[in-house]
Every structure is written in structure tokens, then in C-alpha cells.
């Protein structure tokens, strides 16, 4: 290896590193001296705690005198055996790769920064990209939960189907050429790279924020400024659910607010998470249909026909169960976007729940990838997918 470069990653190494440390902080005052450092308390105890953090908050507890041992942590790739998913390092060079092996009809850009700093990656598939935003638009996105691995490898494995297919197929390249497609595998990369970083799997779900309660994360999924904090979710940050101080509060959502927002030819919105197989449509905060009855015969529509081809459970979200500030309540709600959530394989917990194994991959690609190329070609109109079933309704003429 060249010197330059083995220079260049042995620094990229500490800064991304993470390290494992055992700190002989024993009160409160020298506990927030640890914390003030950036890193994180995992453990307390009388006589130690447990702390997590980079290269530099490690100097900065041995300068203050605190720390007993520390070992550097396997960096944050998965288990041998689910080896074909991608961590969050892996996924930002393939969307690189992805986006130079086909930079006529593709761009890569970062839409924000997490909490702790890292890029949040869209990925832009059309032709002629300087005037794309005159085209339909649709956005695809995954990880808003950090355990949900599968839900940024379908998406990836969209752009990559779409890209790679471009020049052979006619239905992939009118698709391109008349739509404007963005996809954001990983909204939450802090948490995706938490949940896989130490030997097991931490069952993570929301984002890396320190809570003022001493907790850490916030819910993303629960973050959304559309009629936020109405029900099914907590304002405890120790919950799993924690919607966070106020609507917007964390950096992720932020980017995706201003995304959406500078993206106003946005029709058809698609957030990818796991598990349970269902096609979720609005209202999550309400047990109410949405009022607008065309817009509610949309979703209804569009979700049973896409269920044709995944199998999955068509329903509006509530149906489940009440959760407010969500991605489709605020993108429906808030900009009029026909929304959907789908919860990916598998069905249940006895087949793997958040963790199915990389045998699930391909397979929930490939049943997910018709819902997604029909709601590609809807997003010029989605009202579109009501055209057959308006004779049987009685409507003389839509109104789009
Ligand atoms: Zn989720």
C-alpha cells in the first residue's frame, strides 16, 4: 500500500473507530466529566462505568485520569454469516460505484448529516438531470429504524435494478426518462451502525441523540411534524417510541423535511421498514380514513394492487395500531403525497424478526420490486390506478 494512502486510512480508522473503555469515574460529577467528553455511558456502576467513544474522547478521559483499559472495537461490519448486507461504509461506496458505473442518468448527493456527523446519502435516477425536477417525481427511503437492515437493501437493490437495466429495457428506460427518482437507503446511520458494531446484534431502533434524561434516541419514525405527539408515542426518552423534545428536533428528519421540501414534484412517497409483510397507508394518528375520498380511494386502491404482487397485508396503518409523527402522515399531510410504508419480510418473529439472515435479501427484493416500478409509473398521476374501478364507482370525469 502506498504510504499516502495507508497514512490517509490509518487516520480515517481513528476517527471512525470506535473504543471500548472501562473508567474509573465513581460520582456523578466525574461521570459528567466522561459525558462531556462526547462519549457514551453504556454502564453504571459504584465503582466504573462503561463508556463507548471515538479516539478523541478517549485521550480526553485518560488526560482527566478516569481510565482504566480500553480495547478497540471490531469496526461496525456484519457477522460473517449476514455478510452480504451492507454496513453503513459499505453502502456509501456501492452507491458511489453504482452512481459512477452510470453518471449519464444518476447523481449522488447528501441531503444532511446525522447527529454524530455522517452523510445521508439520495441517490437521483432520470435522464437528463438539470431538468429532472420538471419530471414526476417519486422518493423512495429505508432505515429510518436502525435494526430494519433489509429495508435499505431493497432500496439499494432497486437503484441498482433500474440503473443496471436502463439500456436493455424499454419499460425501465421510459420509466427513467419520464420520472425523477430519489433514493435514500439509509436515513439513520448512526443507529444502523450502532446496532451491528459490537458481536451481537443490539436490537436498536432509533437514532444515537443524548436525551436530557441521561437516555439515548430518538424514534425517528415518531419525530414527523404532522400532528405530532397525538398518541402512540412516548415522551420518555428512555421509550423505544421517544418522539423527541419537538416536531423536526433530530437532524435526520430535517433532511428529509427539506428534501421533500425542495423537491415539490414529489407525487408518491415510499418508506421501507421491517418487519410483518403489510402496505401501511395514512392516517397512523387517527383511527379516521382520510376525509378527502379520492385521496383515500388512492391509497386503498394502490396498496391492494401492489398487495397482488408482494403478498403482503394491505391496511391503513391506524388499523394496527395509533402511532403520530410518522414520514407518511406528515409526507400525506402535510405536502399531499400519496404515501406508503411497507413493513418487509419476514411475517413474524419465529422466521427472524429484525434479523432473518441474508437468505431474505433477494428474495424480498423480488417480490417488492413490481409495488415499486408501479408506483414509479404512477407518480405522474396517481389517480391513475382509480381509472378502472371509476365506472364501477359512478365517477363521470376525475378532476387531478
Ligand atoms: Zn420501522
Given at each position: 500500500m502506498p504510504i499516502l494512502l495507508l497514512l490517509f486510512s490509518?487516520?480515517?480508522?481513528?476517527?471512525?473507530n470506535t473504543y471500548w473503555m472501562k473508567?474509573?469515574?465513581?460520582?456523578?460529577?466525574?461521570?459528567?466529566?466522561?459525558?462531556?467528553?462526547?462519549?457514551?455511558?453504556?454502564?453504571?456502576?459504584?465503582?466504573?462505568?462503561i463508556v463507548l467513544g471515538n479516539n478523541r474522547e478517549k485521550e480526553?478521559?485518560?488526560?482527566?485520569?478516569?481510565?482504566?483499559?480500553?480495547?478497540?472495537?471490531?469496526?461496525?461490519?456484519?457477522?460473517?454469516?449476514?455478510?452480504?448486507?451492507?454496513?453503513y461504509e459499505e453502502m456509501v461506496q456501492a452507491l458511489k460505484d453504482l452512481q459512477a458505473a452510470h453518471s449519464d442518468i444518476s447523481e449522488l448527493s447528501v441531503i444532511g448529516k446525522s447527529?454524530?456527523?455522517?452523510?445521508?446519502?439520495?441517490?437521483?435516477?432520470?435522464?437528463?438531470?438539470a431538468n429532472a425536477s420538471d419530471k414526476a417525481g417519486i422518493a423512495f427511503m429505508g432505515a429510518h429504524h436502525a435494526r430494519e437492515h433489509l429495508s435499505k437493501e431493497v432500496p439499494l437493490m432497486l437503484a441498482e435494478y433500474i440503473l443496471e437495466n436502463f439500456a436493455s429495457d424499454s419499460r425501465i428506460q421510459r420509466m427513467v426518462e419520464g420520472r425523477d427518482i430519489h433514493i435514500?437507503?439509509?436515513?439513520?446511520?448512526?443507529?444502523?451502525?450502532?446496532?451491528?458494531?459490537?458481536?451481537?446484534y443490539r436490537n436498536w431502533r432509533k437514532n444515537r441523540?443524548?436525551?436530557?434524561?441521561?437516555?439515548?434516541?430518538?424514534d425517528l419514525n415518531r419525530n414527523y411534524g404532522f400532528q405530532w405527539g397525538t398518541g402512540g408515542s412516548s415522551k420518555s426518552g428512555r421509550s423505544d417510541?421517544?418522539?423527541?423534545?419537538?416536531?423536526?428536533?433530530?437532524?435526520?428528519?430535517?433532511?428529509?423535511?427539506?428534501?421533500?421540501?425542495?423537491?415539490?414534484?414529489?407525487?408518491?412517497?415510499?418508506?421501507?421498514?421491517?418487519?410483518?409483510?403489510?402496505?401501511?397507508?395514512?392516517?397512523?394518528?387517527?383511527y379516521n380514513s382520510i376525509s378527502n375520498e379520492k385521496d383515500y380511494l388512492v391509497h386503498k386502491t394502490m396498496a391492494e394492487t401492489m398487495a397482488k404482487w408482494n403478498g403482503y397485508r394491505p391496511q391503513q396503518s391506524s388499523d394496527l395500531y395509533i402511532a403520530s409523527g410518522d414520514t407518511t402522515d406528515w409526507s400525506y399531510g402535510a405536502h399531499g403525497i400519496i404515501s406508503f410504508t411497507f413493513e418487509l419480510d419476514p411475517a413474524t418473529i419465529w422466521e427472524g424478526g429484525f434479523y432473518p439472515g441474508q437468505d431474505f435479501i433477494d428474495?424480498?427484493?423480488r417480490k417488492n420490486l413490481e409495488p415499486c416500478l408501479y408506483l414509479i409509473d404512477m407518480a405522474d398521476n396517481p389517480y391513475r390506478s382509480l381509472q378502472s374501478k371509476s365506472q364501477k364507482l359512478g365517477f363521470q370525469h376525475l378532476q387531478f
Open positions: 490509518f487516520l480515517f480508522a481513528n476517527e471512525s473508567v474509573n469515574a465513581t460520582n456523578k460529577y466525574e461521570r459528567s466529566a466522561v459525558a462531556n467528553t462526547g462519549a457514551v455511558i453504556e454502564v453504571v456502576k459504584d465503582d466504573y462505568i480526553i478521559i485518560e488526560k482527566l485520569g478516569f481510565l482504566d483499559t480500553s480495547f478497540l472495537l471490531p469496526s461496525s461490519f456484519y457477522p460473517p454469516k449476514d455478510d452480504d448486507f451492507h454496513s447527529l454524530e456527523g455522517r452523510e445521508i446519502y439520495k441517490l437521483r435516477i432520470s435522464t437528463d438531470l435514500i437507503p439509509i436515513v439513520n446511520p448512526d443507529g444502523v451502525i450502532f446496532d451491528i458494531k459490537a458481536d451481537r441523540r443524548p436525551n436530557k434524561d441521561g437516555s439515548i434516541g430518538v417510541v421517544f418522539m423527541g423534545p419537538k416536531p423536526f428536533s433530530e437532524p435526520e428528519t430535517q433532511a428529509i423535511k427539506k428534501f421533500v421540501e425542495d423537491n415539490e414534484n414529489i407525487n408518491i412517497l415510499l418508506s421501507f421498514h421491517t418487519f410483518s409483510e403489510l402496505i401501511l397507508y395514512p392516517w397512523g394518528h387517527t428474495p424480498t427484493f
